[in-house]
């Protein structure tokens, strides 16, 4: 019986731990949105884009980073890790394993209603495997560019 209780909350501080390092990593990707979307704000969206593709700049925290897209196109305009494939290319029908056009739908989110949250699967970094991830997306006001951040689900 002893052996069943200690289980028991052993699970349930696991369980708590887990869910506040989700908590955590959401709050920390949408903060970090948030910050790009000022620094925006205060020196302009070029300058802002450049900062998001330095993969040692100021919008890289460990293992999250901001990304930039297009609200008129389904394009990317600052990776900081894969600027070489994604950044200008027509994203329009890429998909997940699942078949979610995730990248629609991040533009989609930044049109209406300017900020959101998006599920999709996409390899970690060095695996070949997706995880669920799931990425804050917060439009740039004045502009036709959203900022976003993902993290993932473990």
Known sequence: MKRILLLGLISIFVLTCTALAIADDAA????????????AKEKGLDETLKAIGDPK???VKGDLYIFAGSTEKTTLLAHPFAADKLVGA???SFKDPKGNQFFTKFREIA???GSGWVEYWWPKPAAKEPSLKKTYIMAVPGQK?????????N
Do not use: R
Request: no cysteine; glycine share 10%.
């Open 28 to 39: 920390d990707a949408k903060a970090l949105v948030e910050k790009g979307v000022a620094m």
């Open 57 to 59: 700049g100021p919008f």
């Open 90 to 92: 027509d994203l329009t």
């Open 111 to 113: 049109v209406n209603p």
């Open 145 to 153: 560019a959203y900022f976003a951040a993902g993290y993932y689900v």
